[in-house]
């Protein structure tokens, strides 16, 4: 079976640009997450999706950045504008089951802002 | 705020020697669950333990989950080039069961 998909693997961006990250989840899986880690502040939850909905956004930084689950196959993290200090690895994780159980991560996207 | 902490930041170890990392609780956890990320990796999910008490055994791998619910180890006997990563420990938040993680320990085999 496939994992956790994740594009670009890598990205490389100047400061003020948009940045739109993609994940495809495993299949049959009904809650997805974004994560960031950076060395300073280690793994961050960003926005849980249950059943495509958004159940929590408290770990989005500020409006800059905003997460979508059209279908229960694709989601996405968009940061607008883009700023050094958005750089990081950002994982896709799902599970099967609800938030508290295992998680499934994605190869993660290393973004670097210049 | 509810908090797990996990203990040691890094350990150093000779190839073949143990390495314990454990991860204690402000609060009693329903379940807790460990993952490793290799160097340059992601994480990967390596067990869930639920009951009180409970062990469980992988190959050279470990996983102790307290009487109380609200700490938990890892123990690798004989460490391996393989085993080198960080090792996190995660458990449901209270309040929207969503997994609040430990800082990791990070194996660092000595050359």
């Known amino acids: 079976d496939a994992g956790v998909i994740q594009s670009p693997r890598h990205e490389v961006t100047e400061m003020g640009q948009e940045v739109t990250l993609r994940c495809k989840p495993i299949?049959?899986?009904?809650?997805l997450f974004w994560y960031r880690q950076t060395m300073m502040r280690g793994l961050e939850l960003l926005i849980y999706f249950n059943n495509n909905v958004p159940i929590d956004d408290s770990g989005m930084p500020e409006d800059r950045f905003s997460a979508k689950m059209p279908n229960a196959s694709f989601s996405t993290l968009k940061i607008q504008p883009s700023e050094p200090r958005d750089s990081a690895v950002y994982f896709c994780?799902?599970?099967?089951?609800?938030?508290?159980?295992?998680?499934?991560f994605g190869p993660g996207t290393r973004l670097t802002v210049t | 705020g509810q908090q797990v902490m996990q203990i040691p930041q890094y350990q150093h170890v000779q190839e073949g020697e143990d390495f314990t990392t454990y991860c204690n609780s402000s609060t009693t956890l329903s379940n807790i669950q460990w993952y490793k990320q290799r160097p340059g990796g992601h994480p990967v999910f390596l067990i869930q333990?639920?009951?009180s008490g409970e062990v469980k055994k992988q190959k050279r791998l470990t996983f102790q989950f307290g009487e109380a619910k609200k700490n938990s180890s890892l123990h690798i006997t004989a460490t391996q080039t393989t085993d080198v990563g960080t090792y996190f420990c995660?458990?449901?938040?209270?309040?929207?069961?969503?997994?609040?993680w430990g800082a990791g320990t990070k194996l660092i085999i000595k050359p």
């Open positions: 333990l639920v009951k």
């Open positions: 995660a458990g449901p938040r209270d309040s929207n069961y969503q997994l609040i």
């Open positions: 994780a799902s599970s099967p089951r609800a938030a508290s159980y295992e998680q499934y």
């Open positions: 299949s049959g899986h009904n809650s």
